[in-house]
């Protein structure tokens, strides 16, 4: 049971809900569209302790009721739980095989992603959109990504990038149309990396 | 008609921005996230009853209306006509419900919404088109169970498609589909591209805008990402071929555009003119002109000229 907090003691959430959802909703459209295109965050808002800026931005616009958030052991804590359910009222799970957003950092442990939901053949789209929380994405060429959004190849790169998340994508992209989409979130940069993408690791 | 507008705030407040409420909106918006990771895939959503019936576009609007932020500039255009009811009632809904700018002009909009027609000029990377759809389900008049239809999709089960091209040459002698007209999408899915004209199905191939289909009655949205694979579906000896006109845009001389064909009296006399009225006008004010403009001479404006597949 988590312990109820004052709501003086929330942090707020968009100041406009409608204009800022909408803006990082577009934010989040031009990076799915253009995988591994780098997009800067429009718009500052405060985060709770385990989660950075761009993963509560990202939910704050695509999370409420309807959907269940499951937050990595490294991500969790009061704060983020009191404040997703304050500002997005989804309700939050312990077992990420029920999540439809996951949130996880990178430099924890990454056994939870087998466990994901990825839709099943009929529906793929019933399956689960992972945030990972990353110190810093940049253009660099230790990815080259190709596929539907890119016109030739996009360079990308995540510093501390496992081995074990590569050999998962890659068993990932072979499920397709099932599979799991990454958002790759620093604080103030979004990437995203649909389940269509073909990653050649330099 | 160029409507400019500074303060989105100023918009008519007894609806939220863009009339639908958010929860409504972001529901929609995970639907856009997952169509385009799943290229050609209908991903089912709540769709809304729109202020407007079935078949006026409450699919393309519910999108329309999740995507649009304050400081995009829209475009509606039905069958290439910016000045036709349908495209008239959905800009005016959308200058008053989210305060936005509208424009006629296919390069300076950011969203263009569509019914039935790909814009003749290319667009770009930063914008969007919003496709209105009737059927979504390019199996469906094959195969009218939605569970039957699923599993064809799930398993790429595609033969009776292909057959249905086939009965078009044997009755025919050739692929008699003229619009709507079947696409398989990045080598995986079977897709309708909504009742374009095939003339329109190249455009859609590696297409640099993303691309965006929300059919309101049968509830469903899919989508293309920019520089996707787009392939209208043929045999190797009956190639795919788009349709073509002997005659050129009466107005404007174009002979690359999509013409629809306007009877003018009851003695046979006929022209053809551009769909894309933007397009049209823009070569109109480049100084290009056809036989049937007003500019020209009388005596003139005249045209035999007949459709040739």
Redesign the interface.
Known sequence: MIPQPRTADLLRGFEN???D???V??T??DA???PGRIYDLPLDVPAPAGLNKSATAFLL???????TIWLSPDCASNAANAHLKFHCGSPITETPSTADFAVARLDGDLAFIKKLPIG??????Q?A?LILQVEDISNKADMILQG????DSQSLSVPGLPAAFHAWRAENHHL??CGV?VIFAADHKIAAL???TRIEIR | MEQTVNNPAQASSAYNFAYLDEQTKRMIRRALLKAVAIPGYQVPFAGREMPMPYGWGTGGVQVTAAVIGPDDTLKVIDQGADDTTNAVSIRQFFAKTANVATTEKTAKASIIQTRHRIPEKELREDQILVYQVPIPEPLRFLEPRETETRKMHALEEYGLMHVKLYEDISRHGHIATTYAYPVMVNDRYVMDPSPTPKFDNPKMDMMAALQLFGAGREKRIYALPPYTKVKSLDFEDHPFEVQSWKDECGMCGATDSYLDEVILDDKGNRMFVCSDTDYCSERQDAGHRGPQHHDQPLGTSHSNGKAAE
């Open positions: 809900a409608a204009f959802s909408n803006a909703f577009r989040l459209l799915m569209a253009h616009a695509m999370a409420d009721m309807d959907t099943n053949a009929e529906y793929p789209d399956s959109t539907p959004g890119i016109k397709f149309p989409d649909p389940r269509t």
